[in-house]
């Protein structure tokens, strides 16, 4: 049976003395044995700071984003062997946030978490629709089409991959799916996911869009739900460590 996961993504956030702070004081909050998975996103530059940081911690270390290139002339970007390299385990792709203001399409996104599962860095692959598409009635469309660009590519390792179901519209706005819609949706993907794998039940399906320590247990309790993508609420020890808790 796989264990939640509760992953944070710090985003655009961060300072070497926020960054140390955070972290020690979400180690020292932590329970002894902790029941799920945890896992931070932090921005790259801070990986081997976090590294450090999480060591001997049982938290595993992510990424926001990464280059669907092996090496060469990319200037600017960071591939799956470096942060690798970094003990990264999981990076997020195809977040909405790179979608929409860098343009990332669906084919882009297959093909980083095509390099991420081949540098052993499991991809969480993100999905989700804005808010005229919901109001178009087009949530499954959209997010069928999405990760359906991942499975094409990707079909012979799927299961190795985390989903995160990110309504667009839900992001950052404090206006959470309700546990019906976050499952309705949950439960398509893993639909979609049988389709292509005889393993689907082993891939993750997180839920991710205003997550708080309110909301989090009720959402968490949902069949299709195994986890969490968190924004704001990891970067508040308190909150991040009920959400936590509300896994367990
Ligand atoms: P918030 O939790 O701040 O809404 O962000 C969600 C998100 O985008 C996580 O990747």
Redesign the pocket.
Known sequence: MKKTLIAG?W?LNGSLAANEALVLALRSGLPPTVACQVALCVPSVYLAQVQGLLAGSGLDLGAQDMSAHEGGAYTGEVSAAMLRDFGVRYC?VG???RRQYHGESDALVALKAQRALACGITPIV?VGETLAEREAGATETVVKRQLAAVIHVNGHCISEIVV?Y?PVW????GKTASADQAQEVHALLRAQLRAATSQADRVAILY????NAANAAELLAQPDVDGG?????SLKVPDFLSIIAAAG
């Open positions: 993504n985003k997020l977040h909405s946030e993100c995160a990110e839900a992001i950052g706005t991710g869009g205003s997550m993508l968190v924004g704001g609420a």
